[in-house]
């Protein structure tokens, strides 16, 4: 069955570095997601992405926040400047269509934790 | 602006047993519902999902009821098994705002 596929599974920097979370969606899906789970939370939903461009984000996604989609297969959030707070579980999700119809298919995450 | 809440926060019950997840949400202009498995250091895995001109939606042993008016959903889960083990995620798509989830009911099913 297709998957999302996150990698790293598990990132470890230090407050002030950059960090590029990668993601490859499942292939003949359009729509793309980044959501978060800081531990004992629920999960926060951060950008979509359709088009090149993006959709729609929460006040979480600031400046500090981009994303890219730089080929056909790929799709990266980069955090500028790491802080403290950004320590939590990033998730990648992709639908085939917009996801007031569809459902949203998860990869496993990547753990980030800042130091 | 919406708000997820899932009852109760745990459970544990016996294997075989029938159990029940709940969901509320506060803004009843919806698109969908969506239920979602989590197991611990996974991702999230769906489960059911329900629009919002539906009223159940059913997946084997499982079962989501949706009752938009009242701003709430079930999710019923029939013979539990200790494979169910997991924490369940509600998550609302509505009109004005992104995908909000619940904080989840982690199930534990014991053999």
């Known amino acids: 069955e297709p998957e999302v596929t996150q990698t790293p599974s598990h990132q470890v920097t230090q407050m002030g570095q950059e960090v590029i979370l990668r993601c490859v969606p499942i292939?003949?899906?359009?729509?793309f997601y980044w959501y978060r789970q800081i531990l004992g939370q629920k999960v926060e939903f951060l950008v979509s992405?359709?088009?090149?461009?993006?959709?729609?984000k929460s006040e979480i996604f600031d400046d500090q926040f981009s994303v890219e989609r730089p080929d056909g297969s790929n799709f990266t959030l980069k955090i500028r400047s790491t802080k403290l707070e950004d320590s939590a579980m990033y998730f990648c999700a992709s639908s085939e269509e917009d996801a007031t119809n569809e459902k949203l298919f998860f990869g496993s995450g990547t753990q980030l934790s800042v130091l | 602006k919406q708000e997820v809440t899932q009852i109760p926060a745990a459970l544990s019950v016996p294997e075989g047993e029938n159990l029940v997840l709940n969901c509320s949400f506060t803004d009843s202009a919806i698109y969908n519902l969506q239920w979602f498995r989590q197991d611990p250091g996974k991702g999230l895995t769906s489960l059911l999902l329900i629009q919002s001109s539906q009223r159940e939606q059913t997946s084997g042993r499982l079962n989501a009821s949706l009752d938009k008016s009242s701003g709430r959903s079930t999710l019923y889960i029939a013979a539990s098994q200790p494979g169910d083990s997991a924490t369940y995620l509600c998550?609302?798509?509505?009109?004005?705002?992104?995908?909000?989830f619940g904080a989840g009911t982690r199930l534990t099913v014991k053999p």
């Open positions: 292939s003949n899906h359009l729509y």
């Open positions: 992405f359709y088009n090149n461009e993006i959709s729609e």
């Open positions: 998550a609302v798509r509505s009109y004005h705002n992104d995908m909000r």
